[in-house]
Every structure is written in structure tokens, then in C-alpha cells.
């Protein structure tokens, strides 16, 4: 199983990202894919969930400005990051467990008052 994170990067608050999370190795739309992030010095949090069945559950802190979505085809996993504020910054990792957890690289965002 791989999984390849992208799309972070720099922007102001209040501007918005989209993430993406590339995965292989694994029969992708039977799995629950997740975001965490890891702020320095803090440890590692759960962002959004998205489910098999698309059903989709979000950290209190980004509910109303993250969407997080699927591609089944392309199996491929995205997190909408609207209205940024600087404590998102962090680096950003998707996840998914199967025997075991499984993680991306990390991607870094970061947010600029």
C-alpha cells in the first residue's frame, strides 16, 4: 500500500487549498481514508474521515470550512481547505488502515496571518 500526498503550500488566511492523496496498492473504495495533521510541536490529530459507503466525519475545529471527498476511479482522496486560518498550519497526512495503519509523506500547509 502507498499513499502519496500533495498539494500543500503557502497562502495567506482566509485563502483556500485543495490536498490530494494518490493511493495504490490496496482495493481502494472498500476503505475508510483519513487526513490527520501534525502542528510542530503537537501531536499528530485527526482532520476528516471519509467512509466506504461516502459518508464523511470532521475534527470540531474545520467543520464548516473542510470538505473531504473520493475518487474511486482514480482512487484518489481530496481535502477542500476553504477560509484558512493560521492554526491549520501543519504538515498534513492521509491514512488508512488495513491489517495495519498505512500513511502518506506529509504535505506541508502553511497559513500566514
Known amino acids: 500500500v502507498q499513499l502519496q500526498a500533495s498539494g500543500g503550500g503557502l497562502v495567506q488566511a482566509g485563502n483556500s487549498l485543495r490536498l490530494s492523496c494518490a493511493a495504490s496498492?490496496?482495493?481502494?473504495?472498500?476503505?475508510?481514508m483519513k487526513w490527520y495533521r501534525q502542528a510542530p510541536g503537537e501531536q499528530r490529530e485527526s482532520v476528516a474521515m471519509?467512509?466506504?459507503?461516502?459518508?464523511?466525519d470532521y475534527a470540531d475545529a474545520v467543520k464548516g470550512r473542510f470538505t473531504i471527498s473520493r475518487d474511486n476511479v482514480r482512487r484518489t482522496m481530496y481535502l477542500q481547505m476553504n477560509s484558512l486560518k493560521p492554526e491549520d498550519t501543519a504538515v498534513y497526512y492521509c491514512?488508512?488502515?488495513?491489517?495495519?495503519?498505512?500513511w502518506g509523506q506529509g504535505t506541508l500547509v502553511t497559513v500566514s496571518s
Open positions: 496498492g490496496l482495493n481502494f473504495r472498500l476503505y475508510t
Open positions: 491514512n488508512t488502515k488495513l491489517s495495519r495503519d498505512y
Open positions: 471519509i467512509h466506504a459507503n461516502h459518508s464523511t
